[in-house]
T-cell receptor, first 114, second 110 residues
């Protein structure tokens, strides 16, 4: 099994719908992150969590919310999806300090909002 | 604030040719620097990282990168490219969190 598992792998949803992307990890890492990837923009941080009780906004958190249900689970929600949220979403984990060994990434969720 | 630029959006090389992907960063302190590779349909895989010490670092798959403080650069190199190296490459700097560059897409001609 993958160290970081994202579900679903692909999703098409309609404008205005609520959608949840899920991430689970077996790395035992405390830190978890949600990024979105857009062509030519690289990866941009949406939210991050350093432990179960710690949630922080990233650079593009508007329109998103997260829930850290357990050390191993970190979900991203789009409360009312809009077309410009069409992107590839990645979950990542790291230990502390996170820079020492880099991130472990999931395989991504490709979300299309129509 | 930290930032990363990758001047080349897309590079095409012939198989067996040498490769250099450019990365420039902005960060107020000594940076932690990384290169990641993303194959189609996959997540990002760590190629190599620099924290301190020897400015030439070796990574997986035959890649290396050189940190040049005077130029704020961390360019990725490979002496002989293989067709399987076709992918997107991201440079990243780590401060409180990672900041990624926009990526360089590498195509390899047979």
């Amino acid at each position: 099994d993958a160290d970081v598992t994202q579900t679903p792998r692909n999703r098409i949803t309609k404008t205005g719908k609520r959608i949840m992307l899920e991430c689970s990890q077996t790395k035992g890492h405390d830190r978890m992150y949600w990024y979105r990837q857009d062509p030519g923009l690289g990866l941009r941080l949406i939210y991050y969590s350093f432990d179960v009780k710690d949630i922080n906004k990233g650079e593009i958190s508007d329109g998103y919310s997260v829930s850290r249900q357990a050390q191993a689970k970190f979900s991203l929600s789009l409360e009312s999806a809009i077309p410009n949220q069409t992107a590839l979403y990645f979950c990542a984990t790291s230990d502390y300090p996170g820079g020492v060994r880099g991130y472990t990434f999931g395989s991504g969720t490709r979300l299309t909002v129509v | 604030a930290q930032s990363v630029t990758q001047p080349d959006i897309h590079i095409t090389v012939s198989e067996g040719a040498s490769l250099e992907l450019r990365c420039n960063y902005s960060y107020g302190a000594t940076p932690y620097l990384f290169w990641y590779v993303q194959s189609p349909g996959q997540g990002l895989q760590l190629l190599l990282k620099y924290f301190s010490g020897d400015t030439l670092v070796q990574g997986i798959k035959g890649f290396e990168a050189e940190f040049k403080r005077s130029q704020s650069s961390f360019n990725l190199r490979k002496p002989s490219v293989h067709w399987s190296d076709a992918a997107e490459y991201f440079c990243a700097v780590y401060g409180q969190n990672f900041v990624f560059g926009p990526g360089t897409r590498l195509s390899v001609l047979p």
